[in-house]
Nanobody, 120 residues
């Protein structure tokens, strides 16, 4: 059974930092493209940061460039999102997504989300 579990969310003051973790069981994250998404109340889910399975190339939403960093530790089967200089507009539920495809199917897994609240 595949499980993707996020952790590390919480309440932080503006300007503060958090590091989110996404741990998988049942799959090898090194073979998946990994993406962090977020969804704020009343808004659509949006891509925050992504990292490829091969080469580890990264991509970021313009709103988080220079503040957030996505990385992965294949040995721990974990993907991270380091969030610095947090702003109130970063408040959202953050989700981890693992995707890969082959000639037979697309494998797409989501975590349950972790709440990040940026407030003074």
């Amino acid at each position: 059974q595949v499980q993707v579990v996020e952790s590390g969310g919480g309440l932080v003051q503006p300007g503060g930092s958090l590091r989110l973790s996404c741990v998988a069981s049942g799959i090898m994250l090194s073979t998946y493209a990994m993406t962090w998404y977020r969804q704020a109340p009343g808004r659509e889910r949006e891509l925050v940061a992504a990292i490829t399975s091969i080469g580890g190339m990264t991509n970021y939403a313009d709103s988080v460039k220079g503040r957030f960093t996505i990385s992965k530790d294949n040995g721990k089967n974990t993907v991270y999102l380091q969030m610095n200089s947090l702003k109130p507009e970063d408040t959202a539920v953050y989700y981890c997504n693992a995707v890969r495809g082959d000639s037979d199917a697309i494998y797409d897994y989501w975590g349950q989300g972790t709440q990040v609240t940026v407030s003074s």
